[in-house]
């Protein structure tokens, strides 16, 4: 497969196919499936077991973190809400409706308590992993690059989701075929995933050597 251009054309993805297969692929150890398919009431309502998926990507919850997390459910679970669609096919409206989500972290009380837009996010995408990004330190460098998203400490988390669903979803219009190709190639592999998903990997992959 072509390489395909993410993060507005400055990040360049070689053999995408063989990227996303080789990541989907159970026996070479990575967060999928163990994370994407991990059940627990099979709907986009949150309860308790959400709140330890992030561990299945790597990141680390403790008690302390479980506990503020349900501290922080009655604003989260407004991901039950979301309309129904996907970020590719998302207006404004739409887009806004995912960075509000985000909005408690801004919140004075959860500052330096732990619990930041990482592991907010790892709990909410699952829920809707066609609309909600993954967000990390691999995301925030490969958008945060230059000509893309500037860097800045004044920025709001919800202005930050905002902005990086935006240019997500540009990212996923600018290569809709090779989104589409990608993912009837997981399929295909018997790996369903999102088109917002696969973008996650790519960018996640692609960026390895950065870390």
């Known amino acids: 497969m072509d390489p395909i251009k993410l993060c507005a054309g400055t990040l360049l993805v070689e053999h995408p196919d063989?990227?996303?297969?080789?990541?989907?692929d159970i026996r070479n150890g990575y967060a999928y499936p163990a994370y994407d398919r991990l059940v627990t009431n099979g709907s986009p309502e949150l309860v308790d077991g959400d709140l330890l998926a992030p561990a299945l990507m790597g990141v680390h919850i403790d008690?302390?973190?479980?506990?503020?997390?349900?501290?922080?459910l009655p604003a989260l679970d407004a991901v039950a809400e979301l309309p129904e669609v996907s970020l590719e096919e998302a207006d404004d409206d739409?887009?806004?409706?995912v960075a509000g989500l985000f909005g408690i972290l801004d919140e004075p009380r959860y500052a330096g308590r732990g619990v930041r837009g990482t592991?907010?996010?790892?709990?909410?995408h699952r829920?809707?992993?066609d609309l909600v990004p993954i967000y990390d330190s691999r995301i925030f460098e490969a958008y945060t690059a230059p000509g893309v998203l500037p860097r800045t400490l004044d920025r709001s988390w919800q202005e930050f989701m905002r902005l990086l669903c935006t240019q997500m979803r540009e990212d996923l219009q600018t290569e809709k075929a090779a989104f589409e190709a990608l993912q009837l190639a997981a399929e295909e592999a018997g790996a369903p995933i999102t088109k917002l998903r696969i973008l996650d990997i790519l960018v996640w992959r692609a960026t390895d050597?950065?870390?």
């Not at 008690?63 to 922080?72: D, I, K, T, V, Y």
């Not at 739409?94 to 409706?97: I, K, L, R």
């Not at 592991?119 to 909410?124: A, C, D, G, T």
């Open 209 to 211: 050597t950065w870390q």
């Open 18 to 24: 063989e990227v996303l297969l080789d990541y989907v």
């Open 63 to 72: 008690a302390g973190r479980f506990s503020l997390l349900r501290e922080m």
């Open 94 to 97: 739409h887009v806004m409706c």
């Open 127 to 129: 829920k809707r992993p």
């Open 119 to 124: 592991i907010v996010s790892k709990v909410l």
